[in-house]
């Protein structure tokens, strides 16, 4: 059984053009709004099963793609070799999206274009290369302990695998930016969003043992929400 599982997913990755991360481009931004416009688009709802974390990652993922395909329009990032490698962890992260709604098919349950963003909070992100680079972080940090934290609650192994193939690859993007800003590759306690007393227990049974918190999805979205970027309301069991 758990040979066949294995080589299943493996043809499943393959197919799904996992194995070959790095080639794609975003092509699609969400909608840029102002506050005038008090626009708030599309409500997404996440579902507590493997459906509505797929998507719940799929959201993550179109945030970051859609962050460093606007970082390299801003002109923020002037060193070439910084640009290249911003270029090359968007690329990663518009494959995931590729990735994740071949995945899901009909089961996404949002578009690209559904996605609003607040302007003004994307300007306070593109302010300056520091900031850029250390909302980066911030973002790919999300992104370990987010999918860390949803993976326990996923029943499908090929699923998991996808989860955790995809994991490795942002916990690189962050220790790689991170470098970039001479600040630690792993991060250290005092940077986590998420502070010991408000671990949920039975997610980190670990706690302390040189390991990545695990994060709830409801932790994930108050982490998103303060970067004040998305402006289309959340809701559903998952994050509730």
Do not use: C
Request: zero cysteines.
């Amino acid at each position: 059984m758990k040979k066949n599982l294995s080589f299943t997913s493996r043809r499943s990755l393959l197919k799904w053009g996992l194995l070959s991360v790095g080639t794609a481009a975003l092509t699609t931004l969400p909608e840029i709004v102002t506050a005038q416009t008090n626009e708030y688009g599309k409500t997404l709802t996440f579902n507590a099963d493997d459906i509505g974390i797929l998507n719940f990652a799929l959201l993550l993922e179109e945030l970051e793609a859609a962050f460093y395909l606007l970082v390299l329009k801003s002109g923020k990032i002037t060193d070439p070799k910084e640009y290249d490698y911003i270029k090359a962890i968007g690329s990663h992260e518009a494959t995931h999206v590729k990735f994740l709604r071949e995945v899901l098919g009909k089961n996404a349950t949002f578009k690209t274009k559904n996605l609003k963003f607040n302007k003004a909070g994307l300007d306070a992100v593109l302010t300056d290369r520091d900031t850029i680079l250390n909302t980066a972080v911030a973002l790919e940090d999300t992104g370990v302990h987010a999918y860390n934290g949803a993976g326990t609650s996923l029943k499908d192994p090929t699923y998991l695998l996808a989860a955790g193939s995809i994991v490795s690859i942002e916990a690189r993007h962050t220790a790689g930016v991170r470098a970039l800003l001479k600040r630690p590759t792993t991060e250290p306690d005092s940077d986590r969003a998420v502070n010991d007393a408000d671990l949920v227990p039975e997610l980190n049974p670990f706690k302390g043992r040189a390991y990545d918190e695990l994060y709830t999805p409801k932790q994930i979205i108050a982490i998103v929400g303060s970067l004040n970027i998305l402006k289309n309301p959340i809701n559903g069991a998952l994050v509730a």
